[in-house]
């Protein structure tokens, strides 16, 4: 029986400083939570698909084509990315405490 490795605790302010990193290189402009992506930091679809390459290797995600046009700010991106390690912890939890 192989052991699930629950995945690493990221706090919600290490989250946002590396989506904010990763937007700010991806667009060579600073940006803050409330920058729109393609309003203020002129994202086109190469650079939001570069992005969420980024943003899926840094945390471990996998974010659809569907919902990454979605995300119009660097907030909603934040949530996006906190709402997927808060469902990785919980699956985690729940497969431990089922063995």
Same mark, same amino acid.
């Given at each position: 029986?192989?052991? *699930? @490795?629950?995945? #690493?605790?990221?706090?919600? %302010?290490? @989250?946002? $400083? !590396? =989506? @904010? @990193?990763?937007?700010? +290189?991806?667009?060579?402009?600073? !940006?803050? *939570?409330?920058?729109? /992506?393609? %309003?203020? /930091? $002129?994202?086109?679809? /190469?650079?939001?698909?570069? *992005?969420? &390459?980024?943003? +899926?290797?840094?945390? %471990?995600?996998?974010?659809? %084509?569907?919902? *990454?046009? #979605?995300?119009?700010?660097? $907030?909603?991106?934040?949530?996006?990315?906190?709402?997927?390690? &808060?469902?990785? !912890? +919980?699956?985690?939890?729940? =497969? !431990?405490?089922?063995?």
């Amino acid at each position: 029986m192989s052991t *699930l @490795i629950p995945p #690493r605790p990221v706090s919600h %302010d290490s @989250i946002v $400083n !590396a =989506v @904010i @990193i990763a937007v700010s +290189e991806e667009s060579g402009r600073p !940006a803050t *939570l409330d920058s729109d /992506l393609q %309003d203020d /930091l $002129n994202l086109d679809s /190469l650079s939001y698909i570069h *992005l969420a &390459q980024q943003l +899926e290797t840094t945390f %471990d995600i996998t974010i659809s %084509d569907a919902d *990454l046009f #979605r995300l119009s700010t660097v $907030n909603q991106v934040v949530c996006y990315v906190v709402a997927w390690k &808060q469902k990785q !912890a +919980e699956i985690a939890s729940a =497969v !431990a405490a089922s063995e």
